[in-house]
């Protein structure tokens, strides 16, 4: 896989990268709908230190009502399908609440992107923000 110099954020990834991410988001947005609330990156890819031959992608999920067993093993099923091509993939899901990040005392950088309405990633250097 070439590596582009600049691998900071989504806009700068290989584009095998970003169209695994696109597959990941589409899978949530597929079995969830409007229970999606966003798809959060965070890690190497918005600190600047990816690499696409040995990093991971780190994904934050949040939902608006928590997810079913079903929902869960039908989610868990193509998320493995696609682990590992080319990335291994790395995703935490959780419910969001008034007091998600109350004990958070430092929030890493993160790129975020509204399912509802693009595929396009807004970046949010500190910040912990919300996409309802």
């Known amino acids: 896989m070439e590596k582009p110099k600049n691998l900071r954020g989504y806009d700068n990834l290989p584009e095998a ?6 597959a990941v988001v589409n899978i949530w947005k597929k079995h969830l709908g409007a229970q999606l609330e966003g798809v959060y990156l965070h890690g190497s890819i918005v600190l600047g230190a990816f690499n696409p031959d040995s990093g991971d992608i780190d994904m934050l999920i949040v939902l608006n009502e ?44 993160f790129f975020a992107c509204n399912p509802t309405v693009s595929l396009s990633w807004v970046e949010f250097p500190v910040e912990f923000v919300y996409i309802d």
């Open 17 to 22: 990268v970003s169209s695994q991410i696109d």
């Open 66 to 109: 928590p997810l079913t067993v079903q929902e869960k093993l039908d989610i868990a099923g193509e998320i493995i399908a696609i682990d590992k091509s080319p990335c291994p993939l790395e995703m935490s899901a959780g419910q969001r609440s008034v007091n998600f990040c109350s004990q958070c005392k430092y929030i890493t950088p």
